[in-house]
């Protein structure tokens, strides 16, 4: 086997070193009730069979190569530059561990304290973490957090328009625990009604999204102050961070805590993984902040370098108490992700924003003018929600069969919305598609 | 001793990213603007972020003086205990980039994701297959978020018996995610002693257990590197109080084809793709840590799972005991393209990588015992540890051996782990290194454990050799700089 390089010269004079006669020899401490009792039944190719195998697989995938997809809801199509997937496969980076012998890390540790300062530049945030798993664990991660800051409270609430699957998530972790999620509901215009918090006692933080499930785009600046009235963290979340591009910086607006989803900063998609867990608090709170930091200093010479730094919040020295149990995180995603940002340039990453919203603004006027209702008035950037005539989904598979995906149905996760359908425009769909689409939609 | 690898060579410096640029400039082929500018309402509108606008030669030069400050696997041994840093094949990653892949959205219907579910399904079964368990789940997104899991999935297990419980053993030697990922689960974690010969003895384990003990984390291979011999014993005792047993399969990378986790009394194991499965760490992930269970326990496991049908595979949510989702989505999905891509390399084989790792471990672990302290001579599996106390009355640490072994051109191995052993030094060599590596590594070991007697200081200063030297770390805690 290819990687492998022992020859049965090589083993015999090993195994006499070590004192033992054959392979089985070595495992002599394990005890016999704890074997297998047959051997290893696992398929075995060679490297070409393994490429036709996986042709096979990847054929029987829709992918953006032969589909013109119209769906985001927390995984976007976005271009990646050839610059970044070829420097991202350099293999000191990729085969490089966690940095924990900074002489000989400071490609990574560098790479990292420029992805947390453009993450800080781009939330307007004063510091961020070196990455979480994915939006959704950010979002759990914010309200242990929060929880923590809170000291005694017990309850979050979290908007129903955070991503369904982030609120999923959210549940999963505050299950075995003491802690309570109080459900925000929403507003008629799609953006998320804060009108209830006076009522919850005991409230550590609270979470919303924006742009939100529904692409609207939140009044940020009224929700810190509902919560901060409240003595609560702001905690405000989002799953396509290209639109703070062109929308205000929600540290501008006083969040306590932002985090989400940073796929769409040069990230495959993948089907939805690896992704990167976007996390950035204001400084005073730093010390309860989940995960890995990346610090600079100096070396014995005076030299600036950098180093993993404030690992007395983690566990390989709190254990227990420690601020999350994050270990492993997103490292290689958030260096593609520094390297996205740094190829656009603030002026090209606004332009790339900007160019987002247009034209997912002028699909949605293209299907009003249609004679498509556009059921919530807010403000949107790249996603919009849409109500289709009823017995639309017969069409939406259909368009599936033109290799057209016609946004996504929003009734699996609010079930008063049947008919509605949330439909994403990148830099990716031409106007030429946005035109076929509203045809085939109307026709 | 051969010429050393590590030697001199030209390093570039690099400023950072925003020291560099000029306004204006773009390292993006931005899209053809084809519909009408709209601009947003004033009040919500931005300024967008502040970046350094830079060339696309820019950009490429930034990254790649970088990376050559780096140290990979593909640079040299990486002997980094309880990492599994072994070689991550290059094919692996060309299956992951496949378009089908890569450009597949989460969210189409079953139908068009059959190549991914497949694949989901597969590895599943596979996995569970090398752990002797009877299922798993590939969603946690690395060791640590499997760690919880496993703890969601005993919570779960005793609440769904009426009777929830508080407390959890977990031995001394555990690695420090074991007992985080307990607390976030509610648990207390109750320390166990490790017996006088590094394993964990089953009268520590009854001593302790009680019917308000939800079961016991026991990592096998342990971070000693040795097996835990009582395992069965201990999992009866846990078992006859109701318990039940979780198993850290960070060490896998010792017992494929070798040890069955089922029939050694395990009810839930964790896997580390990322380690035993030959996916690249990425300078700190993403990883990928699947978890397998027995039959009585799949129905906690985490939801959506692959479901094989008459008409294909299936995302199924009809699984009611599910401690539910862990990610948005379904995982680290690229990661399991290129596990599964290293099983169906390997086949049966994956029972040889278990046996030269082990190989190597117990070679290293002879031929260095004279000149470094081992505490537990016994045999060892995949790793061995040793420590500094011969080296002590020389002034020199382990901390000191590590950094000299940089100038050779080594990576350093893992140290001060397991806190059990003062000063230790961790070796896992994986089975990926050729003989004459490893005897190049012994020789540098000693060659190092040789300057330490005759010219300490040399060890003290260490690294000489890379663009920068030992780093202040004090500083960087105390006033911490975060960015730039």
Redesign the interface.
């Not at chain 1, 051997?39 to 190719?45: A, G, R, V």
């Not at chain 1, 940095?99 to 490609?107: D, F, N, W």
């Not at chain 1, 798993?133 to 664990?137: E, L």
């Given at each position: 086997?290819r990687?492998?390089?022992?020859t049965p010269e090589?083993?015999a004079?090993?195994?006499q070193?070590?004192?033992v006669k054959d392979?089985e020899g070595?495992?002599?401490?394990?005890?016999e009730?704890?074997?297998?009792?047959a051997?290893?039944?696992?398929?075995?190719?060679t490297?070409w069979e393994?490429?036709d195998?996986?042709?096979?697989?990847?054929?029987?995938?829709?992918?953006?190569?032969d589909y013109k997809?119209f769906?985001g809801?927390?995984?976007y199509?976005h271009?990646i530059?050839e610059?970044t997937r070829?420097?991202l496969?350099?293999?000191?980076?990729?085969?490089?561990?966690?940095?924990?012998?900074?002489?000989?890390?400071?490609?990574?540790l560098?790479?990292?304290?420029?992805y947390?300062?453009?993450v800080?530049?781009?939330l307007g945030m004063?510091?961020?973490n070196?990455?979480l798993?994915?939006?959704?664990?950010a979002v759990a991660e914010a309200l242990?957090m929060a929880i923590r800051i809170g000291r005694r409270k017990k309850t979050v609430a979290v908007s129903t328009l955070v991503?369904p699957?982030?609120r999923?998530?959210v549940?999963?972790?505050l299950?075995?625990?003491?802690f309570n999620v109080v459900w925000l509901p929403y507003r008629p215009d799609g953006t998320t009604d804060l009108s209830g918090l006076d009522a919850i006692a005991d409230l550590a933080g609270v979470a919303v999204q924006s742009p939100n499930f529904l692409g609207g785009?939140e009044d940020l600046a009224a929700a810190g102050k509902a919560i901060h009235d409240r003595d609560a963290i702001f905690i405000t979340c989002f799953s396509e961070p290209l639109a703070?591009?062109?929308?205000?910086?929600p540290g501008?607006l006083d969040a306590d805590i932002v985090c989400g989803?940073g796929q769409s900063l040069g990230i495959?998609?993948?089907?939805?993984?690896?992704?990167l867990g976007v996390f950035a608090a204001k400084q005073q709170y730093?010390r309860n902040l989940p995960g890995?930091?990346?610090?600079?200093?100096?070396?014995?010479?005076g030299?600036r370098?950098?180093?993993l730094?404030?690992?007395?919040r983690?566990?390989?020295?709190?254990?227990?108490?420690?601020t999350?149990?994050?270990?492993?995180?997103?490292?290689?995603?958030a260096?593609a992700a520094?390297?996205y940002?740094?190829?656009?340039?603030?002026?090209?990453?606004?332009?790339?924003?900007?160019?987002n919203?247009?034209?997912a603004?002028?699909l949605k006027s293209a299907l009003q003018a249609a004679g498509l209702e556009i059921p919530f008035a807010s403000?949107t950037f790249n996603e919009f929600v849409v109500k289709l005539p009823k017995g639309f989904d017969q069409k939406w598979q259909a368009l599936?069969q033109k290799k057209i995906?016609a946004g996504?149905p929003m009734v699996c996760y609010y079930p008063e919305l049947a008919d509605h359908y949330l439909f994403c425009v990148t830099?990716?769909r031409?106007?030429?598609d946005m035109d076929a689409l509203v045809k085939e939609v109307q026709a | 001793m051969n010429e050393s690898i590590g030697t001199r060579g030209l390093i570039l410096n690099e400023p950072f990213l925003w020291e560099r640029g000029r306004k204006g400039r773009s390292g993006y082929s931005l899209p053809r603007r084809d519909v009408d500018p709209a601009p947003l309402p004033e009040h919500l509108a931005g300024e967008g972020p502040d970046f350094p606008d830079l060339s696309e030669v820019e950009v490429v030069r930034h990254y790649t003086r970088l990376s050559t400050w780096n140290y990979g696997v593909d640079s040299g041994m990486y002997p980094l205990g309880s990492c599994t840093m072994k070689y991550n094949p290059k094919t692996n990653e060309r299956q992951a980039s496949l378009p089908g892949f890569a450009g597949a959205h989460p969210l189409v219907p079953s139908e068009l994701c059959q190549g991914a579910l497949q694949l989901i399904y597969e590895l599943e079964h596979y996995l569970a297959h090398v752990a002797g368990l009877e299922a798993a789940t590939v969603q946690p997104s690395a060791g640590a978020q499997g760690e919880l899991t496993g703890m969601l999935i005993f919570s779960a297990y005793h609440r769904d018996r009426g009777k929830p419980r508080t407390k959890i053993l977990i031995p001394d030697t555990a690695h420090g995610t074991n007992p985080a990922s307990a607390a976030l689960c509610g648990f207390k974690a109750v320390p166990v002693e490790t017996g006088p010969d590094g394993v964990l003895l089953p009268e520590a384990v009854e001593a302790l257990m009680d019917e308000d003990t939800a079961g016991i984390m026991v990592t096998n291979p342990n971070t000693l590197g040795l097996f835990e011999t009582h395992i069965q014993a201990i999992a009866a005792i846990v078992h006859a109080k109701d318990g039940l047993v979780y198993a850290d399969g960070a060490n896998m990378n010792a017992v494929m084809g070798v040890v069955d986790f089922g029939r050694a009394g395990v009810d839930v194991l964790h896997i580390n793709l990322h380690k035993t499965f030959s996916t690249p760490h990425g300078g700190g992930g993403p990883g990928s840590g699947p978890v397998c269970v027995g039959k009585r326990l799949a129905p906690f496991l985490p939801a959506p799972r692959v479901v094989k049908t008459g008409e294909g595979y299936l995302l199924s949510e009809d699984f009611p005991k599910s401690i539910g989702k862990l990610h948005a989505f379904y995982g680290n999905f690229g990661i399991m393209v290129r596990a599964y891509s290293y099983i169906l390399s390997m086949g049966p084989k994956l029972k040889d990588v278990s046996q030269h790792a082990v190989l190597n471990a117990n070679y290293i672990k002879e031929l260095l015992k004279d000149v470094y302290h081992l505490p537990f001579d016994v045999p060892c599996m995949h790793e061995c540890v040793f420590t500094d106390k011969f080296l002590e009355k020389h002034k020199v640490t382990t901390l000191d051996v590590a950094k000299r072994l940089i100038d050779y051109g080594f990576h350093p191995p893992t140290i001060y782990f397991p806190l059990v052993v003062h000063g230790a030094i961790m070796i896992e060599p994986t089975e990926s290194e050729s003989k004459e590596t490893i005897d190049q590594f012994i020789a540098t070991m000693r060659a190092i454990a040789q300057e330490a007697q005759e010219d300490p200081s040399l060890l003290q200063q260490a690294p000489h050799k890379p663009k920068v030297r030992r780093m202040d770390e004090t500083a960087a805690a105390r006033k911490p700089c975060l960015r730039g």
């Open positions: 086997m990687y492998l390089s022992h090589d083993l004079a090993m195994l070193v070590v004192g392979l070595l495992f002599r401490t394990i005890p009730d704890c074997r297998r009792t051997p290893l039944d696992l398929p075995e190719m490297e393994l490429n195998h996986m042709a096979r697989l990847a054929d029987r995938m829709v992918s953006w190569a997809t769906a809801a927390g995984s199509h271009y530059p610059v070829s420097l496969s350099r293999s000191e980076f990729v085969t490089a561990y966690t940095p924990y012998q900074p002489e000989i890390s400071q490609g990574t560098q790479g990292i304290f420029e947390q300062t453009l800080c530049r781009l004063e510091v961020a070196a990455s798993y994915d939006g959704a664990m242990l991503n699957y982030y999923k998530v549940e999963t972790y299950a075995p625990t003491e785009i703070y591009g062109i929308l205000k910086a501008a989803e495959p998609q993948s089907f939805g993984g690896p992704g730093v890995r930091l990346v610090g600079q200093t100096v070396d014995a010479d030299k370098g950098f180093v730094t404030l690992s007395t983690e566990q390989h020295i709190r254990r227990e108490k420690a999350s149990n994050i270990c492993s995180n997103q490292s290689l995603c260096m520094g390297m940002m740094a190829a656009l340039g603030g002026t090209g990453f606004r332009e790339l924003a900007q160019l919203h247009d034209k603004e002028y403000t599936l995906l996504i830099e990716t031409s106007k030429d | -």
